[in-house]
């Protein structure tokens, strides 16, 4: 019998030696190759509880060589285990996390589902989804095509368990394709990647160059590639504008932005012709600035520098008036001109959709902004914001996406699981159990992974990123207590609260609306509709839902557990 004993204490007695059988042996004595050689054997899930039951097993379990041979069991042919402080345990949780689960719109099965992925990726890192494909990046920049991933049966969107995967290209850096949500426009696939250059035709010595590849999304064929010079380094590259003046634009490692055009309509043309790189009027004219990140839309253009400050390119009159509610500063003869939001603390990461925004400051809170006519801002109500304005009973998000006229929010519900949360409109299921649409974001009715990091959603499905990176923490900071907004002041006359959101007004027309009812039924109904409208938490909501449900039960009324019937 083998025991664990503790130095402190001595060892344990067992219960052959409570018999007088032998006395127990402790683990302790065993040599720590062959402890760590015996628990790389366990699954990934048994290694991480068995790490917390103590302070031995908690360093054995963490040690490199544990993670060592489970990594190589999981991937056998990594070669790479990458860097950091743990390579070894960053690897084998990577390719133990990695998933792509995706749930159509629609139909009668509602339930997310694992997709067929490539078992030699490193981690999943990005993905990108097209008409009929999808496209996958990993953590050693090997980009992955998986062919007639989806298929259609009886008007359902399936994955198609006998798809196959293949390599698109390797030392791929990022890739970008048209920014619609709209997938049948997705005809081509722009990816940004290094390959060694020879510097002298005819010599055997090269550089590496970074170099922009296009490929067919149909077929994975190549049909056009731009080489630039060694001394420029790109990380990042996303699109903007139509498919005859599409805008490639570029981010250097240095934060600047440079940017060049191309005819889509004559990529498949075989020629070769010279196209003009430029340095955008972001970092022309701003030359102080170094932008960390970019997102784009077909019209429009976010950067968000390492200060945490936002600038905004808007292309079209449109777009800017559902933006900023109104056309006084558009100028249609300088459109690159870039716009910066008043924002009262760094923000974080953004999210960019047709015609609205979201943002996500330093402290988690979340910012929205544009067109709001199906709700998509979250905000309880349908009236356009011109400005940035707090979704105050949201916070700390993972991610955050904006689509056509709906958004989505993952977030964390407890330390071992996540809800996925969205409002705006629900036409075509896209807000799984919210067929009317919410004006304020709820819980949808999807079981998300437990490491789910990324999300996208299109006209047929919703896609979710499962991987987790031991080395990547959103770096959110606690609110000062001095900048809490909402929190009642005595006043300088009577000592009374104050109530900075107009929080009694609110409740006082909602009770004048339930007064306008006539039915108990109805009265329930409109205190659902309520319920969504107020800045509550997600769990606190799906409180009152049940509570009234359970109220509608007892009075004959049937209603089922869940959200509101109808949405005003």
């Avoid at 025991?3 to 032998?22: A, F």
């Avoid at 989806?150 to 293949?166: E, F, I, N, P």
């Avoid at 923000?347 to 006519?373: K, P, S, T």
């Avoid at 979704?391 to 964390?412: A, E, K, M």
Wanted: contains cysteine; positive net charge.
């Amino acid at each position: 019998m083998v025991k664990r004993s503790c130095p402190s204490c001595g060892p344990e007695l067992g219960v052959e030696e409570k018999k007088g059988k032998g006395n127990p042996i402790s683990i302790q004595l065993f040599p720590p190759e062959l402890v760590e050689h015996i628990i790389s054997f366990l699954p990934v899930r048994d290694l991480v509880a068995l790490g917390q039951t103590c302070r031995y097993f908690h360093e054995v379990c963490d040690a490199e060589g544990v993670w060592r041979r489970i990594c190589r069991r999981l991937s056998p042919r990594l070669r790479d285990q990458g860097s950091g402080v743990r390579p070894w345990k960053r690897a084998a949780i990577l390719n133990y996390t990695k998933g792509l689960y995706f749930q159509a719109f629609g139909g009668r099965r509602r339930c997310l589902s694992k997709s067929v992925a490539p078992l030699l990726a490193h981690g999943y890192r990005r993905f990108l989804p097209t008409k009929d494909h999808v496209f996958i990046l990993d953590y050693v920049g090997t980009l992955f095509f998986l062919k007639n991933a989806l298929v259609s049966t009886l008007g359902q969107m399936q994955w198609k368990r006998a798809c196959r995967y293949v390599v698109l290209c390797r030392g791929a850096k990022d890739f970008a394709s048209d920014p619609r949500c709209d997938t049948v426009y997705r005809k081509y696939l722009y990816v940004l990647a290094t390959r060694e250059q020879q510097e002298v035709v005819g010599t055997t010595s090269s550089r590496a160059c970074d170099c922009v590849e296009v490929y067919l999304q149909s077929s994975g064929q190549r049909v056009f590639k731009m080489t630039f010079h060694h001394s420029m380094t790109f990380k990042q590259i996303v699109l903007v504008g139509q498919e005859t003046q599409r805008a490639l634009l570029l981010l250097t490692e240095e934060g600047k932005i440079y940017s060049l055009v191309v005819n889509e309509t004559q990529l498949d043309q075989p020629r070769s012709y010279t196209v003009q790189l430029a340095l955008r009027k972001v970092s022309h004219y701003l030359p102080h600035l170094r932008v960390a990140c970019m997102t784009s839309n077909q019209s429009s253009t976010l950067y968000v520098t390492d200060q945490g400050e936002v600038y905004f390119e808007v292309h079209t009159p449109g777009v800017y008036r559902d933006l900023f509610g109104t056309l006084q500063a558009f100028d249609p003869l300088d459109q690159q001109m870039p716009l910066a939001l008043s924002l009262p603390a760094k923000i974080l990461f953004c999210a960019l959709g047709y015609n609205h925004l979201g943002l996500v400051d330093e402290f988690g809170r979340i910012f929205m902004q544009g067109n709001n006519r199906y709700g998509q801002l979250g905000t309880g109500d349908k009236m356009d914001r011109g400005e940035p304005t707090q979704v105050r009973y949201l916070q700390r998000p993972i991610t955050l996406w904006c689509g056509l006229n709906h958004s989505l929010v993952l977030s964390q519900s407890s330390e071992f699981s996540k809800e996925l949360l969205g409002c705006g409109c629900g036409a075509g299921g896209r807000l799984p159990g919210w067929p009317k649409g919410s004006a304020s974001f709820v819980k949808l009715q999807v079981k998300v992974p437990l490491c789910a990091c990324a999300l996208c959603a299109t006209r047929e499905c919703l896609y979710i990123l499962s991987s987790h990176d031991i080395e990547q923490h959103t770096p959110y900071r606690d609110l000062p207590a001095s900048r809490v907004v909402g929190i009642p002041e005595p006043s300088l006359g009577t000592g009374a609260p104050q109530d900075p959101g107009g929080t009694a007004q609110a409740c006082e027309e909602y009770l004048s609306q339930i007064h306008s009812c006539h039915t108990l039924q109805d009265r329930m109904e409109k205190m659902k509709e309520i319920v969504g409208w107020m800045p509550l938490m997600a769990a606190q909501k799906d409180f009152f839902w049940e509570a009234l449900d359970m109220l509608q039960k007892a009075e004959g009324g049937g209603g089922g557990v869940g959200p509101p019937a109808s949405e005003t």
